[in-house]
Structures are given as structure tokens and as C-alpha cells.
Nanobody, 121 residues
């Protein structure tokens, strides 16, 4: 089966940096979009950044200029480089990917387990 595993979260001071990783593994035929979402306490999950199979990457305005999404196709891994972190960036960060498993023709939606990011002094 296909799974997404995130890593890289933790506690960081305001102004600091973290790099999140999301590795897709299993019987994968192809990967379309890979994205990062986040969910702060008491708030809905929101899209942070997207790396489409075709086209340009996008990030939401609240993190523009501070966060960068990238992808290593050979490793089926997406990254979220987060710089100049602010307390309001505190959330659980989730990886999402649209993957066609090997042996199927269906595009399925997969989620990672989430990784906690806490920005605090």
C-alpha cells in the first residue's frame, strides 16, 4: 500500500527555521500534486503550499517569502522549508499527495500522520 511519512517538526524560536520532509512509499505508479497543509488548535485545516505535477508551485499569502516547497522526484519526497517562523505558524503540518498506485488507474488522495511545529520563545 501507499503511505506518506512526514518528519522534521519540532520546537523553534521565533525567527528560526525548520525543514519538513514528506516521503511517499509503497507501490506507486505516479504522483500528481504534493501539498502541505496545516491545522492550528481550534482552526480548520488550511493549504500552505502546493507542488503540482505540472505548472508552478504556489504558497498562501501568509507564508509567501518565508516558506518554500520543493520536491525530489527520484525520492518521491516533498519538502517545506520554513524560514522566519512566527508564533502564528504553530500548527500540525500535514502532507497530502495525489497518487496512482501501481496496478491501478485511479488517482487517490493520501495524507500523512502530521508533524507538530511549535514556534515559541
Amino acid at each position: 500500500q501507499v503511505q506518506l511519512v512526514e518528519s522534521g517538526g519540532g520546537l523553534v524560536q521565533p525567527g528560526g527555521s525548520l525543514r519538513l520532509s514528506c516521503a511517499a512509499s509503497g507501490r506507486i505508479f505516479s504522483i500528481n500534486d504534493m501539498s502541505w497543509y496545516r491545522q492550528a488548535p481550534g482552526k480548520e485545516r488550511e493549504l500552505v503550499a502546493r507542488f503540482p505535477r505540472l505548472g508552478s508551485t504556489t504558497v498562501v499569502d501568509s507564508v509567501k517569502g518565508r516558506f518554500t516547497i520543493s520536491k525530489d522526484n527520484a525520492k518521491n519526497t516533498a519538502y517545506l522549508q520554513m524560514n522566519s517562523l512566527k508564533p502564528e505558524d504553530t500548527a500540525v503540518y500535514y502532507c497530502n499527495a495525489q497518487i496512482t498506485p501501481l496496478g491501478t488507474s485511479y488517482l487517490n488522495d493520501y495524507w500523512g500522520q502530521g508533524t507538530q511545529v511549535i514556534v515559541s520563545s
